[in-house]
């Protein structure tokens, strides 16, 4: 998810960089290509104009203009104002004692339904006992769509087959969760191609009756303004008390929801990053700025792991570390926990300063180098697992290799590194799950130490030539590690 926003804002950001002092005039020019960036994401005319004259206020200072880092300085009053724009937002539902009534509202094709289940499940997972009300009956088959829904997710539905009134069905519905105790009632009403007076006073007269406790407004990212426009028209209709904004996951530009809180005044509480139930995530500003500014999403990654993990395999491995134990088999098992935190480009990209990488790479590559690391562990006895540096010797790295399918030279290289590898890992074992993963970062870098390299041989052990994509993109990773290596002499050095 904004994936352009956040490619034409580090450019824009970027002219600025390597420029001992900024000036007003350049700063003004930087400036500018920070406004098209916004503007070419489709963020509102008025609040790119509001942004860029609060963010030039602070820019144009002496603040800016005299500090030692001028671009890193800039760069926090964008990620600041970014914040600003988005937020704060209250992530509490507001569930009371007794039965809490939510009404989720939108226009049709929007995510609606699907966004019920995936908020009956969060709600579920607090303790709580929801109950989804197929109260939309314009659409075809919404009420056969929420039944397997609530069938897949194991909550009970709500459903009057051949009703003509969407107000009563919420009414008995209400009536309906007492009896069967449960006590958050999730409301999934109408929607229509575009808003109109007729969908606007359906909604107020279900409003009006059952007098819902949130009403939250569920809008599609990949529409753009017409998002932002339909938000503002729901508002004044009913008050809203939040948005839940799907679809983030595809090719969203990211206007919408960086304008949504400004025109409407209204936040945005939750965003749906894809098509599985567990694919609905509190919104939060700070976080969704750092990744706007390329600064990674530690916190998102931190949560992400504490639901994935095998949590008594992560308990297992805590201890061997503040034995002082790290051998190839713990290494084995971490490679395997993180590809469960999904594609690995997505991964990469929380983990500051690895963005870049992650671009370049491709998920594909990202995989098939883990895939090739994961290759010449599990070629190793168990012996050699457990002492690498010690066990294996030139014989044993070819053997190791002919099984992997790889050279000599890269178990040489594994087992090298293998070593500071495991002192960094002990060191992790003293921190919490935030620094394990920022130590990570370390990590990531070593193992994808020469991904030109990767590129290069994957394509050569296919017989086809590079194309000029493929050329370019190796281009660039050499300039990357040549910059990397000259940076880690001049380290030495000093």
């Given at each position: 998810m904004f994936e352009t926003l956040q490619d034409s804002l580090r450019s824009a950001l970027k002219t600025l960089s390597g420029r001992g002092k900024l000036s007003e005039s350049n700063m003004r020019e930087g400036l500018g290509l920070v406004e098209q960036a916004l503007l070419e994401a489709d963020v509102s005319l008025p609040v790119v104009k509001d942004f860029i004259a609060r963010v030039g206020e602070q820019a144009v200072g002496e603040r800016v203009l005299k500090s030692l880092s001028p671009t890193n300085q800039l760069v926090k009053v964008v990620y600041d104002e970014l914040v600003g724009l988005m937020g704060p937002v209250d992530h509490s539902l507001h569930l009371r004692p007794g039965v809490s009534i939510l009404m989720l509202c939108g226009l049709q094709g929007s995510g609606k339904t699907t966004t019920c289940g995936k908020l009956g499940r969060v709600i579920r997972g607090r303790g709580r006992k929801p109950l989804l009300v197929a109260a939309d009956l314009q659409r075809p088959a919404a009420i056969e769509q929420l039944q397997v829904i609530g069938g897949q997710l194991e909550i009970p539905v709500y459903t009057e087959p051949g009703a003509q009134d969407p107000v009563l069905v919420c009414h008995n519905a209400v009536k309906q969760a007492r009896e069967q105790g449960c006590d958050v009632v999730i409301l999934d009403t109408a929607g229509r191609l575009h808003v109109d007076q007729e969908l606007m006073e359906q909604l107020a007269r279900i409003d009006r009756r059952v007098s819902p406790d949130q009403v939250y407004l569920v809008v599609d990212a990949m529409t753009g303004q017409d998002a932002v426009h339909s938000a503002k028209a729901f508002n004044e209709a009913l008050e809203l008390d939040g948005v839940v904004m799907t679809k983030l996951d595809g090719d969203a530009r990211g206007g919408a929801a960086l304008s949504?809180?400004?025109?409407?005044?209204?936040?945005?509480?939750?965003?749906?990053?894809?098509?599985?139930?567990?694919?609905?995530?509190?919104?939060?500003?700070?976080?969704?700025?750092?990744?706007?500014?390329?600064?990674?999403?530690?916190?998102?990654?931190?949560?992400?792991?504490?639901?994935?993990?095998d949590q008594e395999e992560m308990v297992k491995q805590q201890e061997r570390l503040r034995k002082g134990e790290f051998t190839l088999d713990d290494f084995r098992k971490m490679l395997d926990q993180t590809q469960r935190l999904g594609p690995l480009d997505k991964v990469m990209g929380m983990i500051p300063g690895m963005g870049d990488v992650s671009k370049l790479m491709g998920d594909a590559d990202a995989a098939a180098e883990m895939s090739r690391l994961r290759g010449i562990v599990d070629s190793m006895t168990a012996e050699e697992r457990r002492n690498p540096n010690k066990v294996i010797d030139q014989s044993r790295r070819r053997r190791i290799a002919a099984g992997a399918g790889v050279e000599p030279h890269e178990v040489n290289k594994l087992v090298k590194e293998f070593e500071g590898m495991a002192d960094l890992m002990k060191r992790m074992s003293g921190m919490g799950m935030r620094g394990r993963l920022q130590a990570a970062q370390q990590l990531s870098q070593t193992l994808m130490k020469n991904p030109s390299a990767t590129l290069a041989k994957q394509k050569k052990g296919t017989g086809k030539r590079l194309t000029s994509a493929e050329r370019a993109k190796l281009k660039k990773l050499r300039e990357r590690e040549a910059r990397r290596r000259k940076r880690d002499e001049k380290n030495r050095g000093q």
């Open positions: 949504v809180k400004a025109v409407t005044g209204v936040p945005i509480k939750f965003v749906g990053t894809g098509e599985h139930f567990d694919a609905l995530e509190e919104f939060h500003p700070d976080r969704m700025a750092s990744r706007i500014v390329g600064m990674g999403d530690i916190l998102t990654l931190v949560e992400q792991a504490q639901r994935t993990f």
